[in-house]
């Protein structure tokens, strides 16, 4: 048996480029702008998750760049070793100060984040009850660590209350997307923590794609639903509106601090690049000044939504700046992927796994940056070619 017969045997993405729909890898030549290049052509941009457009800030980029000029590009090691750096535990004190816990940790990428907490803090006599939605990296997260999982049906709260009951008295940690970030929709955070206080559970809560976007002053879901109190742990992601890549966690000292000596996806990487805690350091500024960015957000996620139902399409529960085009086959998802970057608008075609099997969809998300003329300019093209495909 040959280890690398699967790669030979593998012939999906073939296929799809075969049939010149390959939609992946597509190369962009400009910033995550609401206008991009692709293949020297602008096209307007509804795929990005740039949420507050914060990632060509004039000031993000200037913080940035003179951190690399002092710093360097690089750290050359953990932070665990020799690779913290002033930058960094400014950032840690910064993000635990504007999330109001006691303690945050800084991750080189949010992957990582879920993948170093999860597998430290899940032993054995421990259980994860889990959103079957959840994010890919909360699934590998807890499959590395050496407690068990158990999934509950989608925001379905009886379910989730049946299986705390079947955890009994072992350890149990909720963990749940703020925002699913296919869907759009969120997590039921209100009612999880009523079934987390009758079961005696913890609750993570991965905010990637909440965080900057929900609650009056950025924190996210919890901040929202007005539970942040009950929540234990928010995860936090650097990528979507913080503008540039990496992670955090952040909660109870001591619980950050265990996680800081355990998380081997912590121990064992280089430290995020001075050039992006700078600009983090910065992005939180500008979300904590500037709370317009979140309103101009959101009358341009209301706009769409309200254009696009108009329009016949199926948005599904959407509550977010994501809203997907619900079309359940997958080859007719990629072929208005195609035909719409044809018309000049780059959407994401989502297919299973990332969403069940029958339920493909077109993902689009929003930006403060987006002006009424780019997105009315988008729904002509998203109107085209939804009659054309016969989607609606």
């Not at 054995?124 to 999982?149: C, N, T």
């Given at each position: 048996m040959d280890v690398l017969q699967?790669?030979?045997?593998?012939?999906?993405?073939?296929?799809?480029?075969?049939?010149?729909?390959?939609?992946?890898?597509?190369?962009?030549?400009?910033p995550q702008d609401p206008v991009v290049t692709i293949d020297g052509a602008k096209v307007i941009m509804l795929g990005s998750n740039n949420y507050l457009g914060l990632t060509s800030h004039p000031e993000v980029r200037e913080a940035s760049a003179q951190a690399v000029l002092k710093y360097g590009t690089g750290c050359a090691g953990?932070?665990?070793?020799?690779?913290?750096?002033d930058v960094h535990v400014e950032l840690d004190e910064r993000l635990a100060a504007f999330m109001k816990a006691e303690a945050a940790l800084t991750f080189s990428t949010g992957y990582q984040v879920n993948l170093g907490v999860l597998s430290c803090l899940l032993g054995r006599h421990d259980v994860a009850l889990l959103d079957r939605l959840d994010h890919a990296s909360i699934l590998?997260?807890?499959?590395?660590?050496?407690?068990?999982?158990?999934?509950?049906?989608?925001?379905?709260?009886?379910?989730l209350d049946k299986?705390?009951?079947k955890a009994g008295d072992k350890g149990k940690l909720i963990v749940v997307d703020g925002v699913f970030s296919m869907e759009g929709d969120l997590a039921q955070l209100p009612e999880i923590a009523e079934l987390k206080k009758k079961h005696g559970a913890r609750l993570l809560v991965d905010d990637a794609h909440g965080l900057g976007v929900?609650?009056?002053?950025?924190?996210?879901?919890?901040?929202?639903?007005?539970?942040?109190?009950?929540?234990?742990?928010?995860m936090g992601t650097f990528s979507k509106s913080l503008a540039t890549?990496?992670?955090?966690?952040?909660?109870?000292?001591?619980?950050?601090?265990?996680?800081?000596?355990h998380a081997r996806s912590q121990i064992f990487s280089a430290a995020m690049p001075p050039g992006a805690a700078a600009a983090v350091l910065k992005a939180v500024e500008i979300v904590e000044r500037e709370p317009?960015?979140?309103?101009?957000?959101?009358?341009n996620t209301d706009f769409m939504k309200r254009e696009l139902q108009g329009l016949g399409f199926d948005t599904g529960d959407s509550e977010s700046p994501v809203i997907p085009l619900v079309v359940g086959d997958d080859l007719l998802c990629f072929?208005?992927?195609?035909?719409?970057?044809?018309?000049?608008?780059f959407v994401n075609p989502i297919i299973a796994p990332a969403v069940p099997a029958g339920q493909a969809m077109i993902r689009t998300s929003y930006m403060a940056t987006h002006t009424r003329e780019h997105l009315e300019k988008a729904l002509t093209a998203i109107q085209k070619v939804g009659r054309e495909l016969e989607v609606i």
């Amino acid at each position: 048996m040959d280890v690398l017969q699967k790669c030979a045997d593998y012939s999906f993405a073939n296929e799809v480029r075969s049939a010149s729909l390959y939609p992946y890898f597509r190369t962009i030549s400009s910033p995550q702008d609401p206008v991009v290049t692709i293949d020297g052509a602008k096209v307007i941009m509804l795929g990005s998750n740039n949420y507050l457009g914060l990632t060509s800030h004039p000031e993000v980029r200037e913080a940035s760049a003179q951190a690399v000029l002092k710093y360097g590009t690089g750290c050359a090691g953990s932070r665990f070793l020799n690779g913290t750096l002033d930058v960094h535990v400014e950032l840690d004190e910064r993000l635990a100060a504007f999330m109001k816990a006691e303690a945050a940790l800084t991750f080189s990428t949010g992957y990582q984040v879920n993948l170093g907490v999860l597998s430290c803090l899940l032993g054995r006599h421990d259980v994860a009850l889990l959103d079957r939605l959840d994010h890919a990296s909360i699934l590998d997260g807890v499959r590395l660590g050496f407690g068990k999982s158990l999934k509950f049906k989608h925001n379905d709260m009886a379910d989730l209350d049946k299986k705390l009951a079947k955890a009994g008295d072992k350890g149990k940690l909720i963990v749940v997307d703020g925002v699913f970030s296919m869907e759009g929709d969120l997590a039921q955070l209100p009612e999880i923590a009523e079934l987390k206080k009758k079961h005696g559970a913890r609750l993570l809560v991965d905010d990637a794609h909440g965080l900057g976007v929900f609650g009056e002053n950025g924190r996210g879901t919890a901040e929202h639903f007005g539970v942040e109190h009950e929540v234990d742990l928010t995860m936090g992601t650097f990528s979507k509106s913080l503008a540039t890549v990496g992670g955090f966690i952040s909660g109870p000292a001591e619980v950050v601090d265990y996680i800081r000596h355990h998380a081997r996806s912590q121990i064992f990487s280089a430290a995020m690049p001075p050039g992006a805690a700078a600009a983090v350091l910065k992005a939180v500024e500008i979300v904590e000044r500037e709370p317009d960015r979140r309103k101009q957000l959101w009358e341009n996620t209301d706009f769409m939504k309200r254009e696009l139902q108009g329009l016949g399409f199926d948005t599904g529960d959407s509550e977010s700046p994501v809203i997907p085009l619900v079309v359940g086959d997958d080859l007719l998802c990629f072929t208005m992927a195609k035909r719409l970057g044809e018309e000049g608008v780059f959407v994401n075609p989502i297919i299973a796994p990332a969403v069940p099997a029958g339920q493909a969809m077109i993902r689009t998300s929003y930006m403060a940056t987006h002006t009424r003329e780019h997105l009315e300019k988008a729904l002509t093209a998203i109107q085209k070619v939804g009659r054309e495909l016969e989607v609606i």
